[in-house]
């Protein structure tokens, strides 16, 4: 007979963004409620997280709103960037740098251009033994036929030159979405690695193509290549594990009428990610992978063991009927619409010890 009830071992997300200010107090407290202990979290706010006094700033703004998570910060990388910052980051505790190529995404106008233009950073991060976090895609280009569909294949030669020349820096290919990618980083050494998020397990492009709620960078690409994504997580791969990109935008910016307006990129799943990331594996017969894909694999690559003082066990029960997902999310004047709102959910957490 199927389980009722599973547990994970503190939880950890390897990929959120948290925000700031009156967002911030909607969204930080919602990582706890979606099961999780541990939120690495992306720098890239207005203006951009750039140097260690402003990770160790930021990282006591989130505390004051939720003290009971561990939050694992990140810098975010520019030409502002020095090596010397990069050893004062180690020294406060920042773990990794992350890369976001320019005008690709939300708050990316002072992302890279030249990745080469790089390798003081990446030397000193390696020497240091600091994570680089990479966005995967290249900026569209129609002159070259570069486009959302191929922009994250495209980018793979520079995932393999950089672990060429820094064979122990220890990288992380963020939210893969492709078979190439999956391929790619299986070829690498045990210094790569690779998150995916839940909403990359489900969607495909038909489901973003008219659908702006379902709309994130790297858009959702074909179904062979969800099915690689499912399949790398079924075989319990210990480099392929969760980071959610939890990117919550406000619905003006989400679904927009103008035509001369733009959808923001970003899906909000972090009020309901255990227990959706459970009904996903389940799906496609991975449930028994589910600690390690939401906590061990990536603790493990990331060197962040299960503190002994704050471990906790999260436990989900089956809900026979399924738990239907909040329709939005509000405080004060900010509202939320989460991925899969009115959906029904197979799980809900139950209980944490
Ligand atoms: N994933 C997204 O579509 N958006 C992210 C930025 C990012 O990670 O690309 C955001 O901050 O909104």
Known sequence: MAATIISVNSPADFHVHLRQGSMAALVTPHVRKGGFKLAYVMP???PPIATAAQALEYKRELQKIDPNVEYVMTLYLSPDLTPEEIFKAKNAGVVGVKSYPRGVTTNSEGGIESYETYYPIFKAMQ???????LHG????DASANVHVLNAEPRFLPHLFKIHATFPSLRIVLEHATTRAAVEAVKSCGPSVACTITAHHLDLTVDDWAGQSWNFCKPVAKYPDDRQALRDVIAE??????????????PPHAKSTSTPSHGCAAGIYTSPILLPLVAHILESFGALDKLDGFASGFGRSFYKQPINANSHSKVSLRRSPGGKSVDSEYVLGNDTLVPFWAGKEIGWEIVEEV
């Open 44 to 46: 890239n706010l207005k």
């Open 127 to 133: 020497e240091v033994d600091m994570v680089l976090n």
């Open 236 to 249: 319990g791969h210990p480099r392929f594990f969760l980071g959610s990109d939890s990117a919550p935008h």
């Open 137 to 140: 895609e290249i900026p569209s």
